[in-house]
């Protein structure tokens, strides 16, 4: 009889972010009695991993940060969502936004208690609001284009201006404000568009 303490890299990851594999032990992490040929698999922590702090611990707050997220490719944004986003790393991109974290988070239709919960391990957000986020973030990054694209000029706070912009009434948007527009994906597309728009000069 065989008996292997290992951890299945090959088998998908269940809900919490472990590995798929059965539980064999009991509560005092006592191993039950396998069938002869059986491998016993001992789980090494109860912790689940927080998955969005390694995929993103690239990503920095910065200018060039937001440009990556804006102009990385539609499968590899697809990757990130699906690797997901830790509660940390959503508070760092929403910390962009001037406006109280409340607020944003309020727009972004994702519980404040659930965020401050999970921020203390960077536990992933579910994958809805992970995409949220990540699209603000790619809100803030195609800002920071246009300025490059237009000339970049000195001082220019690429931040606090997309802030301003998005707490107002909008006439293109009749009226409503961007703010209230990205709770979806659908709305964030249309902010977008409203905002290469204004690059352009073609205003709705």
Do not use: C
């Not at 090959?10 to 059986?38: D, E, F």
């Not at 965020?115 to 990540?134: F, Q, Y």
């Amino acid at each position: 009889m065989v008996r292997v303490q290992t951890t299945s890299r090959a088998a998908p990851r269940g809900p919490t972010g472990r590995h798929g594999v059965t539980k064999l032990t009991s509560k005092k992490g006592k191993q039950a009695p396998a069938a002869k040929g059986q491998v016993i698999v001992r789980e090494k922590s109860k912790t689940p991993v927080a998955k969005g702090g390694s995929s993103f611990a690239w990503f920095r707050p910065n200018e060039e940060g937001f440009v990556a997220l804006y102009k990385a490719p539609v499968l590899t944004r697809v990757e990130w969502v699906k690797r997901g986003l830790g509660a940390r790393d959503a508070k760092v991109i929403l910390g962009q936004l001037r406006v109280p974290k409340g607020e944003a988070l309020t727009a972004l239709r994702i519980p404040v208690a659930t965020v401050n919960r999970k921020a203390k391990t960077n536990a992933p957000l579910s994958l809805a609001e992970g995409e949220r986020v990540l699209g603000f973030g790619r809100l803030v990054g195609q800002i920071q284009t246009m300025v490059r694209e237009s000339g970049n000029p000195d001082g220019f706070d690429a931040s606090a201006w997309l802030s301003d912009w998005m707490s107002a009434p909008v006439p293109a948007l009749n009226g409503a404000r961007p703010l209230d527009l990205i709770d979806t994906m659908t709305g964030q597309a249309l902010v977008s568009q409203v905002l290469s728009q204004m690059q352009s000069g073609a205003y709705a």
